[in-house]
């Protein structure tokens, strides 16, 4: 991002504000220190107990993988409808908050 910015034509400078840009740079560093960490001990967790509960489950009933494997499915389908209106809110988020820095730089 850092480089696209310096290569950047003036036009794009006098198309977005300053406090726009600031606030983007924050705002991705910002969730890369505090959210990325979490997210990514979250997901190894749950998938290893996921994967616990898969080779417990499939050593007792190999029918019950079947039922697993829909559950899986069903869960993909609900990740994906609201995976995209929150991001959708985390852009409103920033797009509100770039008129605050545009006055303070």
Do not use: H, W
């Not at 997901?43 to 616990?52: R, Y």
């Amino acid at each position: 991002m850092t480089y696209k910015v310096i290569r950047a034509k003036k036009e794009f400078f006098d198309r977005n504000p300053s406090g726009r840009i600031l606030n983007r740079f924050s705002a991705d560093i910002g969730t890369i220190d505090s959210a990325l960490i979490a997210c990514v001990n979250t997901c190894v967790d749950l998938g290893i107990k996921g994967l616990i509960t898969l080779i417990i489950v499939s050593s007792i009933s190999y029918y019950l993988i079947v039922v697993c494997v829909l559950i899986v499915i069903f869960y993909i389908k609900i990740g994906g409808n609201y995976s995209i209106p929150l991001s959708r809110i985390k852009q409103l988020e920033s797009v509100t908050r770039s008129p605050v820095y545009s006055e303070l730089s």
